[in-house]
């Protein structure tokens, strides 16, 4: 990301974010979940950070400049991933706030046509639609490419830290299978587009008299 100063690594092809500081955290686990299933079914090279990486900067940054070395590198990976996984618990029927202000340090640019799986935790189910009223239209600002399908998990899906919930995880991987046009290689998709091919090829050679 050329309009970051910090030092660049390697490009991740999946990052997740997860937006809580909590350790253990459900919804860190339901960000390395979602991120462990795209990456397998698209080999692609996967990290996932939460909040609590970011440093105490955080809450005190004006600008990304003001955030810390390591928190601008995770910024770079988010900004340079070929898809995101972006994970929030609920708080108080919305998005914690520091999580709102990472996302008030990126330039609205940087995000731009982003494939972005959303996925949320809550305590119960009440406030499942934060994904639709409060994630959606946030990344709608940055115009990025959220999928359709969004994942709210609440704490009764999960036991010993991990989702048990199995309609949970059949969504999750709906989700994940809405990443298919943005991360399949070009030669999949060509497979995957052979059939329309070869019935194009057929009626052009029937067109033409053959
Ligand atoms: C400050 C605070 C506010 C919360 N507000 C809500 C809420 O409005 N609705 C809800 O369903 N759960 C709420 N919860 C519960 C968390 O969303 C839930 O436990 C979540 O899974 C925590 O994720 P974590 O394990 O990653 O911290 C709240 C928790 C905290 C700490």
Redesign the pocket.
């Known amino acids: 990301m050329s309009a970051t100063s910090s030092k660049i690594g390697p490009k991740i092809g999946i990052v997740g974010l997860?937006g809580?500081f909590?350790s253990p955290?459900?919804?860190?686990a339901l960000a390395e979940e979602a991120v462990r299933r795209a990456a397998t079914r698209f080999d692609k090279s996967a990290e996932v950070y939460d909040l609590g990486q970011l440093g105490h900067e955080l809450g005190h940054a004006r600008s990304f400049a003001d955030l810390g070395e390591e928190a601008r590198r995770i910024v770079d990976q988010i900004v340079q991933a070929k898809a995101l996984v972006i994970a929030s618990?609920?708080?108080?029927?919305s998005y914690p706030g520091l999580f709102k202000h990472l996302f008030d340090l990126i330039d609205p640019t940087w995000l731009a046509g982003k494939p972005i799986l959303l996925a949320a935790?809550?305590?119960?189910e009440?406030?499942a639609l934060i994904i639709e009223h409060q994630l959606r239209p946030l990344f709608a600002f940055f115009e990025a490419q959220t999928l359709a399908t969004g994942v709210y998990v609440s704490?009764r899906d999960f036991a010993d830290g991990r989702i048990v919930n199995q309609a949970v995880l059949d969504r999750l991987d709906r989700a994940v299978e809405q990443f298919g046009p943005y991360l399949r290689e070009p030669r999949q998709q060509e497979r995957s587009l052979a059939p329309v091919s070869h019935l194009r090829l057929h009626q052009e050679a029937l067109a033409a008299g053959f």
């Open positions: 997860s809580s909590s955290s459900k919804t860190r618990p609920v708080y108080k029927g935790t809550g305590g119960g009440k406030h704490e």
